[in-house]
């Protein structure tokens, strides 16, 4: 008997799941999982990711084990573990979602096409969320999109047939990060993975937490709260996109029912629910931009800029960034609470990397890996246009400087997350946070905190860095060469709801 295998990537689920639904109503299924060590041992990869990824997975051996069938996995180089399984029983179909994922998963999923190819046997890949392979047109996504979210929400089969037990289809144990070759991590996972623990996520934030989602995501001090957090079960699949948005669309319903029936609903939740169906828009449309360029993870999607920093790294600057040691308040709470937590809000992740470039003057391809293997939900299609984004060589995006000053008084006025984070300034008055080095040296001896000591100085002038850099990235974006590229970059990215001279957040 030839197996029918459901691959499973990063689509950890079984309801929503086109793959088993389709695998499932012809016959006995083998599911699969493949620990890939070229993966496991990336730059982008972190033992955390590990943690919250074996979560899943046991999560979903679980689920299949109550529809009848169990999570088979296994350790080795795809299509060399395919190859195993087809020389011993025969494959007769392959059975997985489309990923979009770094440049090795990209690299692995044209091997395996060729070598499937090659064997005669199908592979059978669908959609998982509002992603588009072979896109034709941008013009066409924000159609296509609505179009998926509009489907209903694919049922769990209500019954997963198994490969018949005398085949003696082995199992490997669950990979430690010991046995990955992998250091310990730094943390534990703040949020467990898992299908009961996205459904959970995202119904605390759809009935509670999620109200003032709108006025409260920029701040980090309201953002852990207010935010769905639901992203690393997005990043995994443990939730699909399609299912957030229907929830979404159900619980606005509901509370546009219950204040047409009198009860009264806080208007908050209305501007709050849109704006959240508008960012899981938002996520399928950065992931559409890896998609149709993988090269974005380690080119610039605008090559006007190739040469811009590549020369001018500061390996001193970079470590003082990694450490949270930059002398700047704000950027270095926010550093330290990601290396804690693994998660901080996206205005946050903004400034981090718009510092990084900016600031530090840093090519954005170190930075982007380093807060790869930081975010628990790092997801390669919008980590990396983002870093890009935030380092202004898209060419078609808004250039935005943040001053971490400013960033403070508007998201930390009271200095909470910064005293959280960054306790040498424990006893600094309100006024004097953001910019400690802005005290005398009689304040500082007075307040506990020896600037140069204790907390370290500025390693770079706000100023001076603000418009050195602002000189040389405008003088860059307005060259003949760079408008010419953004035109380019523009119909293949850019977001159709804004013009090229407004362009996307």
């Given at each position: 008997?030839?197996?029918?295998?459901?691959?499973?990537?990063?689509?950890?689920?079984?309801?929503?799941?086109?793959?088993?639904?389709?695998?499932?109503?012809?016959?006995?299924?083998?599911?699969?999982?493949?620990?890939?060590?070229?993966?496991?041992?990336?730059?982008?990869?972190?033992?955390?990711?590990?943690?919250?990824?074996n979560q899943s997975l046991a999560s979903l051996h679980s689920d299949l084990q109550r529809l009848g069938n169990q999570l088979v996995l296994r350790v080795g180089r795809l299509p060399d573990v395919f190859i195993e399984l087809h020389r011993e029983f025969g494959i007769s179909a392959i059975f997985g979602h489309e990923e979009t994922g770094n440049w090795i998963s990209y690299q692995r999923d044209r091997r395996v096409r060729a070598w499937a190819k090659a064997a005669g046997i199908p592979c059978h890949e669908f959609p998982s969320n509002g992603v588009v392979r072979r896109l034709s047109s941008r013009d066409d996504w924000s159609a296509i999109w609505k179009q998926r979210m509009r489907h209903l929400v694919i049922p769990e089969p209500a019954e997963v047939p198994s490969v018949p037990a005398q085949l003696s289809i082995t199992s490997a144990p669950t990979l430690t990060w010991q046995q990955a070759g992998l250091t310990a991590p730094r943390v534990c996972s703040p949020q467990a993975g898992g299908r009961q623990q996205a459904i959970d996520c995202l119904q605390s934030f759809l009935q509670v937490r999620g109200r003032n989602y709108r006025s409260e995501m920029s701040s980090p001090v309201t953002a852990a709260e207010s935010c769905?957090?639901?992203?690393?079960?997005?990043?995994?699949?443990?939730?699909?996109?399609?299912?957030?948005?229907?929830?979404?669309?159900?619980?606005?319903?509901?509370?546009?029912?219950?204040?047409?029936?009198?009860?009264?609903?806080?208007?908050?939740?209305?501007?709050?629910?849109?704006?959240?169906?508008?960012?899981?828009?938002?996520?399928?449309?950065?992931?559409?931009?890896?998609?149709d360029e993988p090269t974005i993870e380690f080119r610039n999607v605008n090559s006007a800029f190739d040469g811009l920093r590549e020369h001018e790294f500061r390996t001193d600057w970079f470590e003082a960034w990694q450490q949270g040691r930059t002398g700047y308040p704000m950027v270095d709470a926010c550093m330290r609470s990601l290396l804690a937590g693994a998660w901080i809000n996206f205005r946050m992740r903004a400034m981090l990397m718009s510092f990084a470039a900016y600031h530090l003057w840093l090519h954005w391809r170190q930075p982007a890996l380093f807060l790869a293997r930081l975010f628990l939900d790092y997801e390669p299609g919008i980590h990396y246009c983002q870093c890009q984004m935030q380092s202004g060589v898209t060419g078609i995006n808004a250039i935005r400087i943040y001053s971490p000053a400013r960033q403070a008084a508007d998201q930390d006025p009271r200095g909470d997350f910064i005293r959280r984070w960054v306790p040498e300034l424990e006893g600094v008055p309100d006024e004097f946070l953001a910019e400690p080095q802005r005290l005398t040296r009689l304040q500082q001896g007075l307040f506990g905190c020896q600037i140069g000591r204790?907390?370290?100085?500025?390693?770079?002038?706000?100023?001076?860095?603000?418009?050195?850099?602002?000189?040389?990235?405008?003088?860059?974006?307005?060259?003949?060469?760079?408008?010419?590229?953004?035109?380019?970059?523009?119909?293949?990215?850019?977001?159709?709801?804004?013009?090229l001279t407004d362009p996307e957040r």
């Open positions: 008997m030839a197996l029918q295998i459901v691959w499973f990537r990063r689509d950890l689920r079984t309801t929503d799941h086109a793959s088993l639904a389709a695998a499932a109503a012809r016959g006995p299924c083998l599911c699969l999982f493949v620990y890939e060590p070229e993966l496991l041992q990336a730059p982008d990869f972190d033992p955390t990711h590990l943690e919250f990824l769905s957090r639901i992203s690393p079960y997005l990043t995994y699949g443990c939730l699909s996109v399609r299912e957030a948005v229907s929830a979404g669309r159900q619980r606005l319903q509901q509370l546009r029912s219950e204040q047409q029936s009198g009860t009264t609903v806080d208007s908050a939740w209305f501007q709050s629910l849109v704006s959240f169906e508008s960012r899981l828009a938002w996520h399928c449309h950065f992931i559409q931009k890896l998609e204790d907390y370290p100085a500025p390693i770079v002038h706000h100023e001076t860095a603000f418009r050195a850099a602002q000189q040389r990235i405008f003088a860059a974006r307005d060259s003949a060469a760079a408008r010419a590229a953004a035109r380019r970059v523009y119909d293949r990215h850019g977001s159709r709801r804004r013009s």
